[in-house]
């Protein structure tokens, strides 16, 4: 599922004119956007998190987007959808954030 957040936000990008092109690297366990875009630094981080902020409106996913570097080509971004870190089942500890326990799901 969170595959398809990544698809749709770079596809979004493409579609908006933000980016011209664009690629997914890993290195170190992390991953990595690579773009090209015509926009200054400053604007186009702010349009990344942007989108990846209405992609994820209607969820519990948080864009979290992080500067990198740049050559005269390209810009590189560590970008990512978080999830929340919750409790998704009760281990019988009786604690305070028990799943048992939440009102609204």
Not at 69 to 79: A, G, I, K
Request: aromatic share 12%; charged share 25%.
């Amino acid at each position: 599922m969170l595959a398809t957040f990544y698809q749709q936000f770079e596809k979004t990008l493409l579609q908006e004119g933000t980016i011209t092109a664009s690629n997914w690297r890993t290195h170190a366990g992390q991953r990595f956007l690579y773009v090209s875009s015509a926009l200054p630094v400053h604007s186009l981080t702010t349009q990344l998190m942007e989108t990846g902020e209405r992609l994820a409106t209607s969820t519990k996913l948080k864009p979290e987007c992080i500067y990198v570097r740049s050559d005269e080509r390209q810009h590189v971004y560590r970008f990512r959808f978080l999830v929340p870190n919750e409790k998704q089942f009760c281990c019988g500890n009786l604690c305070e954030d028990c799943f048992l326990l939440r009102e609204n799901r």
